[in-house]
């Protein structure tokens, strides 16, 4: 027969044993899931912005894609790399405020356009953006 707790000190060891591979297997895997695996979830609209957008105008795609990475608005066609912009966003403001500043002038034909507007996210897959050229003729 067993002697007195000695069912305790068996179910001790076991749930020890248990913990630790709990400890050995479960800390690295929240770890590697914490920082590869899973998405943060953006902290700002710029943060929000990143990645490829197809661009519609009037409710029609076109071949055209705005590729945003960092703070860096690039224009690109079937491939094709085309002008590039430095943004800048004003959260803040209400409607929400963009400026895109050109990166390298030199791509320009004639004069170089700042572009100013506003934007506004609808849902996770959609934004809409309306910019006019502020440059000084």
Same mark, same amino acid.
């Given at each position: 027969?067993?002697?007195?707790?000695?069912? /305790?000190? %068996?179910?001790?060891?076991?749930? /020890?044993?248990?913990?630790?591979?709990?400890?050995? =297997?479960?800390?690295? &895997?929240?770890?590697?899931? =914490?920082?590869?695996?899973?998405?943060?979830?953006?902290?700002?609209?710029?943060?929000?912005?990143?990645?490829?957008?197809?661009?519609?105008?009037?409710?029609?795609?076109?071949?055209?894609?705005?590729?945003?990475?960092?703070?860096?608005?690039?224009? /690109?066609?079937?491939?094709?790399?085309?002008? &590039?912009?430095?943004? %800048?966003?004003?959260?803040?403001?209400?409607?929400?405020?963009?400026?895109?500043?050109?990166?390298?002038?030199?791509?320009?034909?004639?004069?170089?356009?700042?572009?100013?507007?506003?934007?506004?996210?609808?849902?996770?897959? %959609?934004?809409?953006?309306?910019?006019?050229?502020?440059?000084?003729?």
């Amino acid at each position: 027969g067993r002697g007195l707790g000695e069912g /305790s000190v %068996t179910r001790l060891a076991w749930l /020890s044993r248990v913990a630790g591979v709990v400890l050995l =297997f479960g800390v690295p &895997a929240l770890a590697v899931w =914490f920082f590869v695996i899973r998405q943060p979830q953006p902290r700002n609209d710029l943060e929000r912005l990143q990645g490829d957008w197809q661009l519609v105008i009037a409710d029609r795609a076109t071949p055209n894609v705005v590729t945003i990475k960092g703070d860096r608005w690039q224009t /690109s066609a079937r491939g094709a790399e085309g002008k &590039a912009y430095r943004i %800048t966003l004003n959260e803040a403001a209400n409607p929400k405020e963009i400026d895109l500043d050109p990166v390298d002038p030199a791509k320009f034909v004639g004069r170089v356009p700042k572009l100013h507007g506003v934007y506004a996210f609808e849902d996770n897959v %959609t934004v809409r953006v309306r910019v006019n050229d502020t440059t000084e003729p």
